[in-house]
């Protein structure tokens, strides 16, 4: 998977999705600073999720970013959507590249070494590292280190992408330590002091 040095977010859906969010997200798409754009729903019926993930495809394809689910390599398969991202607690990755194919993959490593071998030994197509901050978005239960970024990089061309609370004031330093993409939410959904274009127009 090419790295595009200057598309480098990684957009991930707010909880839950109200009507004027669609037209936020083609504003947001259009600055044409972001990769992929996840849709992350943990509180909703499948039906819902379908219906939501439709609009958001056309949006993503309009804008050439990358639409991903998460969690659920058959939701990706229904919608045809262009990949999904797996946590530690998901399906396995072997079981998933038998639904998707050659479609994207990406797995979760925490902040973990071992786990980062064996998503890039089952060539995953990213591996994503956090939390590296606070984050609005959920809990959290693992704090990684920019250490971990530097070390994995120098064994792997596997593009690597930071999360947790990263904001317009502590993203430069990761993309400094080897992060290709940065995951992206609470910073431009639930920005109390910026709209979701001016949040992401101070990404740089």
């Given at each position: 998977?090419?790295?595009?040095?200057?598309k480098?977010?990684?957009?991930?859906?707010?909880?839950?999705?109200?009507?004027?969010?669609y037209?936020?997200?083609?504003?947001?798409?259009?600055?044409?600073?972001?990769?992929?754009?996840?849709l992350?729903?943990?509180?909703?019926?499948?039906?819902?999720?379908?219906?939501?993930?439709?609009?958001?495809?056309?949006?993503?394809?309009?804008?050439?970013?990358?639409?991903i689910?998460?969690?659920?390599?058959?939701?990706?398969?229904?919608?045809?959507?262009?990949?999904?991202?797996?946590?530690?607690?998901?399906?396995?990755?072997?079981?998933?590249?038998?639904?998707?194919?050659k479609?994207?993959?990406?797995?979760?490593?925490?902040?973990?070494?071992?786990?980062a071998?064996?998503?890039?030994?089952?060539?995953?197509d990213?591996?994503?590292?956090?939390?590296?901050?606070?984050?609005?978005?959920?809990?959290?239960?693992?704090?990684?280190?920019?250490?971990?970024?530097?070390?994995v990089?120098?064994?792997?061309?596997?593009p690597?992408?930071?999360i947790?609370?990263?904001?317009?004031?502590?993203?430069?330093?990761?993309?400094?330590?080897?992060?290709?993409?940065?995951?992206?939410?609470?910073?431009?959904?639930?920005?109390?002091?910026?709209?979701?274009?001016?949040?992401?127009?101070?990404?740089?």
């Amino acid at each position: 998977m090419k790295i595009n040095k200057k598309k480098f977010i990684y957009l991930i859906s707010p909880n839950t999705i109200h009507n004027s969010f669609y037209n936020n997200l083609k504003l947001v798409l259009k600055t044409k600073k972001v990769s992929f754009f996840q849709l992350r729903l943990k509180n909703c019926s499948l039906k819902k999720k379908i219906i939501i993930g439709k609009k958001i495809k056309n949006i993503c394809k309009k804008n050439k970013v990358k639409f991903i689910i998460n969690d659920d390599p058959l939701l990706a398969l229904k919608l045809d959507a262009d990949g999904c991202h797996l946590g530690q607690k998901d399906m396995n990755i072997y079981i998933a590249k038998k639904i998707l194919g050659k479609k994207i993959i990406g797995i979760t490593c925490h902040n973990s070494m071992n786990l980062a071998k064996k998503a890039i030994k089952a060539k995953a197509d990213y591996i994503a590292f956090g939390a590296f901050n606070q984050s609005k978005t959920k809990k959290i239960k693992h704090v990684a280190s920019l250490k971990i970024l530097n070390k994995v990089k120098k064994f792997t061309k596997t593009p690597l992408v930071a999360i947790g609370g990263i904001n317009s004031v502590n993203y430069k330093n990761l993309l400094l330590n080897n992060a290709n993409y940065l995951a992206i939410s609470g910073y431009i959904w639930k920005n109390k002091k910026y709209k979701p274009l001016q949040a992401i127009e101070r990404l740089k």
